[in-house]
C-alpha cells in the first residue's frame, strides 16, 4: 500500500485546507488516521475513519474544526481544516490500518505510512 497525503501550504490564521491521503495497492479494510508533527512537540494523532466511512473518531484539540470524509471510488480520505490556528503548523501524515471495524490514531496500530505535508498558519 502506497499512500500520499498532499494539499499542504501557507494559510492566515482562521483560514482551510483540504488535506487528501490518496491510496493505492492493496485497500481492502483499510482504515486512514491523520498525525502530526510540529517542531519540537511529539507525534499527535488527530483523526481516524473506519474503512466504510462510517466510524470516525478526533482528539479533541481538533474537533469542532477539523472533518475527515473519505470516498472510497476514489481511494482518498479528506482531512478538512477550518478555523486554522498557529499551532496548527505541523507536518502532517496519513497513515493506514486494515481493521474489520472501527479505527485508531494510535501509531503503533498503524499498518502504513505516507510521507508528509506541510502546513503552515500565520497568526
Known amino acids: 500500500v502506497q499512500l500520499q497525503a498532499s494539499g499542504g501550504g501557507l494559510v492566515q490564521a482562521g483560514g482551510t485546507l483540504r488535506l487528501p491521503c490518496a491510496a493505492s495497492?492493496?485497500?481492502?479494510?483499510?482504515?486512514i488516521s491523520w498525525f502530526r508533527q510540529a517542531p519540537g512537540k511529539e507525534h499527535e494523532g488527530l483523526s481516524c475513519i473506519g474503512r466504510r466511512g462510517y466510524s470516525t473518531y478526533y482528539t479533541d484539540s481538533v474537533k469542532g474544526r477539523f472533518t475527515i470524509s473519505r470516498d472510497n471510488a476514489e481511494n482518498t480520505v479528506y482531512l478538512v481544516m477550518n478555523s486554522l490556528k498557529a499551532e496548527d503548523t505541523a507536518v502532517y501524515y496519513c497513515a493506514a490500518a486494515r481493521r474489520l471495524s472501527g479505527c485508531t490514531i494510535r501509531d503503533s496500530g498503524m499498518d502504513y505510512w505516507g510521507k508528509g505535508t506541510l502546513v503552515t498558519v500565520s497568526s
Open positions: 495497492g492493496s485497500t481492502d479494510y483499510l482504515t
